[in-house]
């Protein structure tokens, strides 16, 4: 089993409120200290990696996480100083990134931290993204994964600029690099014209792990083809059967093994003493961090920000404002609307369906927990989990008390047995896929 952590600082979706908790410092999403023990738990429980999201557009409504947050790649520089053994995974956007700053980036990542270093490829889905960025218009999501299939050949192939052994640092002689072993890429596609090489080596790792994290079909298309992990949102079980056996059959069409794409399913665990204390527990985190106005507001953005009225909470919900969804909401919305139309729901009862759709399954005593994640797990449906780390007192009970139910059935490692992301992901270590080009001379 394989477990990342996501911290979620002052509270993101589903949790606008969370700031608020006395046992987390209001700034957290920019507080490098709050970071340090979060990575300093994974770390000593052997978490496979601590993985960082990231938007690039806020406004009035966005979560107090977005509105104030460090640029990710930079924060886990800062963490790769802090850590030995952990993972180290961010976002970057493939629509608002050129392919060569953002290889720079993570590959400087990658060799700070000693082959530790992932990539959480997304296209950036959030029409108001494009003002932030010199556009008065927003990709088409035909646009946007068709440039995602190919900034991912470009980046990785600067990643291969220098073979392993190509730098000599030879003072005697004077020779620094072997001009045979360094390549260009002169890559002249649709959406980019990148020469190349990259000025920084590869890592012991290789190349950094790659990730993706989109439900769409498109994003499951990108995964297939391109990810090494997914991360996906599915709450139970059967829709991740679902999920799993989607993206399985993708990657075999392309002619990978199934196996090849690992599957983490996000998850957030609430643990109590006994389940009963775990579901008050989780009632309470539910009132305090979602209530229904926010939940309320939450649904307006999937839809677009369509209008619902206030004064209209009992009356039947409007099926037409599904129009006003933008793509990276549409699958929300369209869910959403099913789910009324089928129901007969109110526009209250579609909020509050909603709102208690969020409550996690992995909730109850440690030994429930423990229990759930390996049934999950054994199914075969997912390779491993990534976990949401809020409160600092139950991401303690989770790392002291469920963790090692899971070492002693044997599913989880002691201590890790690996140094880089991609050994501890059981992935073999990348060969260089320009190591018989010509060479720059």
């Known amino acids: ?105 993570i590959a400087s990542v990658d060799l700070l931290s000693d082959g530790r270093a992932g ?87 290789g ?43 993708r990657a075999a069409a392309r002619g990978r093994s199934p196996r090849d794409v690992l599957i983490f399913p996000s998850v957030r665990i609430v643990v109590g003493d006994t389940d009963a204390e775990a579901r008050e527990l989780a009632h309470e985190y539910q009132e305090h961090d979602h209530p229904f106005e926010e939940s309320f507001d939450e649904m307006r953005r999937w839809f677009g920000w369509y209008e619902f009225d206030p004064d209209g909470l009992d009356e039947p919900f409007p099926l037409d404002a599904v129009r006003a969804s933008t793509h990276a909401y549409r699958s929300r919305a369209e869910r959403v609307t099913r789910d009324a139309a089928s129901l007969g729901l109110t526009l209250r009862q579609a909020v509050e369906r909603q709102r208690q759709a969020q409550q996690s399954e992995f909730v109850g005593s440690p030994g429930r927990v423990a229990d759930l994640l390996r049934e999950w797990w054994s199914s075969g449906d997912c390779d491993g989990f990534i976990i949401g780390a809020d409160r600092p007192h139950n991401f303690h009970r989770i790392v002291t008390e469920v963790i090692p139910i899971l070492q002693d059935h044997g599913v989880f490692r002691r201590d890790y047995e690996a140094d880089t992301l991609r050994g501890h992901l059981g992935l073999p270590v990348a060969p260089n896929r320009r190591s018989t080009s010509t060479a720059i001379r």
Do not use: C
């Not at 640029?71 to 990134?97: C, D, K, N, Q, W």
């Not at 068709?146 to 002689?173: C, N």
């Open 1 to 105: 089993m394989h477990l990342g952590v996501v911290p979620l600082g002052s509270g993101g979706y589903g949790q606008h409120r969370l700031w608020r908790d006395p046992s987390i410092p209001a700034d957290a999403s920019v507080n490098l200290e709050w970071y340090k023990k979060l990575v300093g738990m994974s770390e000593a429980a052997a978490f496979d990696f601590m993985f960082l999201a990231d938007s690039l557009h806020v406004g009035p409504r966005s979560s107090p996480h977005s509105l104030n947050r460090f640029e990710p790649f930079t924060l886990l520089s800062a963490l790769a100083m802090h850590t030995r053994r952990i993972g180290l995974v961010a976002t970057g956007s493939t629509s608002y990134s050129s392919p060569f700053d953002l290889a720079r980036r």
């Open 119 to 205: 990539w959480n490829i997304v296209t950036t889905g959030d029409p108001a993204t494009a003002r932030n960025f010199n556009r008065s218009s927003h990709y088409t999501p035909e646009e946007r994964y068709a440039m995602a299939h190919e900034h991912v050949e470009v980046v990785t192939g600067l990643w291969d600029s220098y073979e392993d052994d190509a730098f000599l640092y030879e003072k005697e002689s004077g020779v620094f690099v072997d001009p045979g072993k360094q390549h260009a890429l002169d890559h002249h596609g649709k959406h980019f014209n990148v020469a190349g090489p990259l000025n920084i080596q590869r890592s012991r790792q």
């Open 207 to 249: 190349r950094p792990a790659l990730f993706q994290a989109g439900d769409s079909a498109p994003g499951r298309d990108l995964g297939a083809a391109a990810a090494d992990a997914i991360f996906t949102n599915a709450s139970r079980r059967p829709e991740l059967k679902r999920f799993s056996d989607d993206v399985r059959r």
